[in-house]
């Protein structure tokens, strides 16, 4: 159990929180998948109790979760009919406690920490697993210390620091401050669960067996296959969201995996450009420039691991410009009552570019709207002011 | 169905959303209960199935839905333990879709809209119910029309306006700016759902009903009964959570109300005032000033309505200082990991004020703390900056 894989090399290394990586490949470790016979409680109320067969929790403590997973997948019927896409769904990962998909692993990963008897926790973060590392950190009643790039925006820094945790904005670069946090936390004891953490990674997977539940069993086994859009930064959500169908195709539950649609600005655009170059290895991605803040990851640690799942599973990687991401984000809003921040929206954006599929095309909404309102384009509101009298 | 009915003079009156209030009293009229036998179906999977027979409901259409209720209940035994009280819980309405208890109430109230044929729909807010009236008017395909105070943030009127809400900023009186909305809904057939609208406060009930099923009928039996606190604006919310209860004691489902504890800021208390005064008529608050201003509402129009349900039932009002509402927000967050709005915070100062109960306690966490970013207590974030090389 507490021995983790390279899926580059099949080897198996000893855990260690503080270098969670192949020597050999530099890969992100992974857990292996239980051996025993797995399947999906269907009758257990929670989710953890339902996936427990797939997730690194034994058992689960509910003192220290905040109510993660279980978001709505939402059918989105007005955007739809504009695109002519025969059926398009969102789930909606906003709507976790912290406003983002992180909340799902963060609390595999903070248990991890209580189990191991670690009081201290980390995190580098462009602004949503600053916040939702914070807020679990605070449940657990443990430490909690964060980096952040200078130019995070006041709201994600707040939204870290009103947890207690110590914020710290960096000056430098982002890529360094990664392999520096994991050194930093071998000498002063902290568990920094950074975005391809391997307990982070099996929490993630949790939507995609919601999504498997939400769909049934059918709509895997057709020859109209689910595509799923997922926005791409270090790679750990997709990564998680791969593994969890693949977890269901080797329990046979699935005969054929959904299409991932991995997404990435093409401001940003590293993992995409690999994959469009056919390169087996991600390169540092030069000059990153795009209002996607949450995705802006020019050397994503988990890019290698993505590309080979994603090309093994007949998935594809995109990118998408600034100014479909701004109308992504506006009609999402105005069409669907959905209110994103532009990480979120490029899965639209790639939705839009591709057009539709044969099967029922799936947005991962990672973040809320509400930790980037400067974000907004201006252009799109109707703000006004008047006097009263004059209504 | 379409009649409304006044609990000052038990009249009915037919249905005008333009006007929703008793011509002899002035209270807010509510729809009366259905004759028919009324249960919940506790095999139900949506909150629209489980508690159908006490909601307006005809039936409800999924595809105006966004996925609201359903909020965790989660126990805060770390701030429990600070506190010595036996059992305290908060109801977490921040995860509804926009981020405030506000979208159970929508919800039902524009698909009343939808039902009666309007196309435009309008409210006038301090910012949460502006947010979350134009997100499920742009689901529903209706124009919206929203009414802020002057000095809303511009992250309140951005969460509205994003999506295609025309917003107007108006400067003057906002009780006479309520008053003013519904004579323009009229003229120009724009259906105000504004705070006491009687379909928004059927739509509060369902937190209600979660909350008597997620602690079982046998907490409201005995002889320690919950304590219920909420934060009160309007007074809308507190009125639909203490119907939600009227409903479950008149089926019989409990045999005695839980203790509900109206809480309201001591800068803007003009519901707390009345009550402490044996008032029956609660009167315009003067120089309103607090942080919480989703609950800065200085003249009720749901005021004496409450008060009257609030007597009847046992239960009480309280107001709280602004160091005790920066304090509990601090608490909340660093201690149980949740990020509420000052607002939501008067809950917890209130608990802490009048010292445990002898049940448990529940706080309603009304709305995000995302939304508010501005009002943290600077004082209490440890936000500082460094050279990578010096870490």
Redesign the interface.
């Known amino acids: 159990m507490d021995a983790l894989e390279c899926l580059a090399c099949g080897n198996a290394y000893p855990l260690d929180i503080h270098n969670p990586f192949c020597p050999v490949h530099g890969w992100p470790l992974l857990i292996p998948a239980s051996r025993k016979k797995r399947r999906i409680k269907t009758s257990a109320s929670t989710i953890y109790e339902r996936y427990a067969d797939f997730l690194p929790l034994h058992p689960f403590d509910p003192?220290l979760s905040?109510?993660e997973g279980?978001?709505?997948l939402?059918?989105l019927?007005?955007l739809a009919c504009e695109l002519g896409a025969p059926h398009l769904l969102a789930k909606?990962e906003m709507?976790?406690?912290?406003?983002s998909f992180k909340d799902r692993g963060t609390v595999v990963a903070v248990q991890k920490a209580v189990e191991l008897g670690i009081r201290r926790v980390g995190t580098i973060s462009t602004g949503n697993m600053a916040?939702s590392t914070?807020?679990?950190?605070?449940?657990a009643?443990l430490r909690c210390l964060v980096?952040v790039k200078?130019d995070t925006s006041?709201?994600k820094?707040?939204?870290a620091?009103?947890?207690?945790?110590?914020?710290?904005?960096?000056?430098?670069?982002y890529a360094?401050?990664f392999r520096?946090s994991f050194e930093?936390g071998r000498t002063r004891g902290i568990y920094f669960m950074n975005s391809v953490d391997p307990f982070r990674i099996e929490g993630y997977k949790t939507a995609g067996y919601e999504i498997f539940e939400a769909l049934g069993a059918d709509a895997f086994n057709g020859r109209k296959p689910p595509r799923i859009f997922v926005p791409v930064s270090a790679g750990g959500h997709l990564i998680g969201l791969m593994r969890a169908f693949l977890d269901l195709r080797e329990i046979g539950a699935i005969g054929s995996m959904p299409r991932f649609v991995g997404v990435q600005a093409a401001g940003c655009a590293p993992i995409s450009r690999a994959f469009a170059g056919r390169a087996e290895t991600v390169r540092r991605f030069p000059r990153p420039h795009t209002m996607a803040h949450a995705i802006s990851n020019p050397f994503p640690p988990g890019g290698d691991l993505a590309l080979s799942l994603l090309r093994a599973g007949g998935g594809l990687m995109t990118s998408v410009s600034e100014p479909s991401i701004l109308r992504a984000?506006?009609l999402l809003?105005?069409?669907?009552?959905?209110?994103c921040d532009p990480a979120s929206a490029v899965a639209l954006a790639a939705a839009r570019k591709l057009g539709p599929g044969r099967g029922p095309d799936i947005l991962i909404l990672t973040g809320?709207?509400?930790?980037t309102?400067e974000d907004?384009n201006p252009v799109?509101?109707?703000?006004?002011?008047?006097?009263?009298?004059g209504?």
Chains 1, 2 share one sequence.
């Not at 809003?333 to 209110?339: D, I, N, V």
């Open positions: 003192a905040l109510g279980g978001t709505p939402l059918s019927t007005r909606n709507m976790n406690p912290t406003g916040g914070a807020a679990y950190a605070a449940k009643g980096y200078e006041r709201q820094i707040v939204s620091a009103i947890h207690g945790a110590s914020v710290i904005k960096v000056r430098g670069d360094s401050l520096r930093i984000q506006s809003a105005s069409r669907e009552g959905l209110f809320s709207g509400l930790k309102v907004a799109a509101l109707d703000i006004r002011e008047q006097d009263l009298g209504l």
